[in-house]
């Protein structure tokens, strides 16, 4: 496996690996990265569907791209995933993958049409005061002190940070800002969270700091992700007869060592209730999706809060076994076993009548009714004390949607504390109860709360224990490499895999391992694309130096006289040159 840039290798169809017509495949798990190696499997490894099985402990494939209709409790969307141009991986996959709502298109053209007619901006970004402006006008009022802060995490080595948090690297000065404030929400940080992935976010995504405070970065799907990608990747192995194994709870998967290679020999399973041994050669191939984010997620409803299901999860258990059995498989306690500090709770709103979309309007400035972006993202309200955002992605959200009803996704960082109208943690409430909370940030009438959060909305909130697990605090080695040393026939795919510069909680990250690793198993030869190099152009380091400042120019800035002098010095002989050129350009002088 190797990586490539440029549209050389992004063009290129591979030739068949040899040896590939007598291998078969097991993925365990049936979530994103798992359909993506099937699909890779299929289209580049140039696999027969009918040789690759697929095996799910639940009843539906998925994983956290979920969006669905539940019997006696209504929409369901655990999150939503944030997209942009720069998934390589994620774009080069479903350039391929037929839509199923545009005939002759595939699903990234469906998209790519989609978000040219109707970008994504946010018209309000966060409020305060009960639905009011917070008046954070795109600014990110880092301090001199906070903006120092910010460059030194950039350009810290990896190894210098780890097992460090958040808190290590920064001061009250930084999470002061709004910086903070659009960074946190946006991407669920919280403060004890790993300052190495603060940092490889910051890398990943310099180009877009200058979109942070309106999402004019972002892309999103026409419907909820299941509808809009899921369904389309299941469709198109389907039709490959790629086997789907549901109600198969995998427990381990058995290596020998042979020398220095390590080989699966069998997975061990629990299907319909028996337990299952699947005897592995050489040429059976394994992908493991190891850990996950929404394991042991939990549904309350309208008149019932979601439960914390705090028992060990079939995946994490999985993973536990696997790695007892050599120190390269990783180190899944690290991520699991904290679940105060990897939870948090999200509810999904469905308004029934036309009692409460004209209070939406008035904050996301737009109709929300209209099949156009809404809020262009989500609207953090900044003085929440349990720090929630909400938004309103394109409706109908689902497609069997009711016509005049909303879906709405409501999510707080801080489950644990009372709430400013409900003076309970989110974590006790019933969808009732964060209805209301919701409401009464938006600027609801106090009076008027009660009767439109029974009657005018049924929301079904959802508790996730583990969906923060992948910013533990880490060090080397905690993270299995996709492909662990030695392995011949076993990969670990998904977001608890380690690869190359990218950032996990991410659709990217998903089909980057899974494409990784199948074309690292199989001898794909044709270049995985390597994760975009914007922090390493000194373009996008000039601008956003320059939007991180608020547009203030260097001799604006309080500095030592001795920096001053040296600064003059070197913009005299940048001066007439292309460094020159582009200081001015970009705002820096």
């Excluded at 029934?352 to 809404?374: A, H, N, Q, T, W």
Aim: hydrophobic share 40%.
């Amino acid at each position: 496996m190797y990586y490539s840039s440029g549209n050389y290798e992004a063009f290129a169809r591979p030739m068949k690996p040899e040896g590939v017509d007598g291998k078969s495949a097991y993925l365990v798990g049936a979530g994103l990265a798992s359909l993506a190696a099937a699909c890779f499997m299929i289209r580049d490894g140039q696999m027969k569907g009918q040789r690759i099985h697929i095996l799910e402990e639940l009843n539906i494939a998925g994983g956290a791209l979920d969006g669905s209709e539940e019997e006696n409790k209504g929409f369901v969307i655990r999150g939503g995933r944030e997209m942009e141009d720069h998934f390589e991986c994620l774009w080069d996959l479903f350039h391929s993958i037929p839509s199923l709502e545009v005939e002759n298109a595939s699903v990234l053209d469906e998209f790519y049409w989609l978000n040219k007619k109707d970008p994504n901006y946010s018209l309000m970004r966060a409020t305060m005061n009960q639905g009011e402006d917070a008046h954070t006008d795109g600014k990110f009022g880092l301090s001199e002190k906070a903006s120092m802060e910010l460059v030194k995490l950039f350009l810290t080595r990896d190894e210098d940070l780890y097992d460090l948090k958040i808190t290590d690297v920064f001061t009250e000065d930084f999470f002061a800002s709004n910086f903070w404030l659009y960074w946190r929400t946006m991407f669920a940080f919280e403060d004890w969270h790993s300052a190495l992935e603060m940092k490889l976010y910051v890398q990943r995504f310099i180009h877009h700091i200058g979109g942070l405070p309106d999402f004019s970065a972002l892309k999103f799907t026409k419907y909820n992700q299941f509808e809009s990608l899921v369904q389309p990747m299941i469709n198109y192995l389907q039709e490959h007869d790629v086997h789907f194994v549901y109600d198969t709870k995998v427990t381990n998967v058995i290596f020998e060592q042979r020398g220095d290679r390590k080989l699966a020999t069998k997975i061990e399973c629990i299907r319909g209730g028996q337990p299952e041994s699947i005897h592995l050669t050489e040429e059976d191939l394994v992908f493991v999706t190891n850990g996950s984010c929404t394991e042991n997620a939990t549904l309350g409803d309208h008149k019932h809060a979601a439960e914390l299901n705090t028992q060990p999860g079939a995946c994490w258990e999985l993973w536990r076994n696997i790695a007892a059995q050599d120190p390269s498989f990783g180190r899944p306690d690290k991520f699991c076993t904290n679940i105060d500090a990897t939870k948090w709770e999200s509810a999904t709103v469905t308004t029934l009548d036309d009692r409460i979309p004209p209070y939406i309007e008035k904050i996301c400035k737009r109709d929300p009714f209209s099949g156009k972006v809404v809020t262009g993202g989500i609207v953090s309200v900044k003085d929440s004390s349990w720090m929630m955002s909400w938004t309103l992605n394109r409706q109908p959200h689902f497609k069997n949607q009711p016509k005049d009803q909303l879906v709405v996704w409501v999510y707080a960082l801080f489950t644990d504390v009372p709430g400013d109208y409900i003076r309970k943690p989110m974590s006790e409430c019933t969808g009732e109860e964060i209805t209301a909370e919701w409401l009464y940030h938006m600027g609801v009438p106090v009076e008027d709360i009660p009767e439109l959060a029974a009657t005018s909305a049924n929301c079904v909130p959802c508790m996730m224990p583990y969906i923060t697990a992948f910013f533990m605090p880490r060090t080397a080695g905690d993270r299995p490499k996709v492909v662990p040393d030695g392995c011949t026939n076993f990969a670990f795919i998904g977001q608890f895999a380690d690869t190359e510069r990218d950032t996990v909680f991410t659709t990217e990250y998903s089909v980057r391992t899974a494409m990784e690793s199948v074309y690292a198993l199989l001898g794909v030869d044709r270049g995985v694309p390597e994760v975009f190099a914007s922090e390493y152009d000194i373009r996008t380091l000039l601008d956003s130096t320059s939007k991180m400042m608020d547009g203030k120019k260097l001799s604006e800035l309080k500095q030592p006289l001795l920096l001053k002098l040296a600064e003059q010095g070197a913009l005299k002989k940048a001066s007439g040159t292309v460094v020159g050129e582009l200081l001015v350009k970009y705002g820096i002088v």
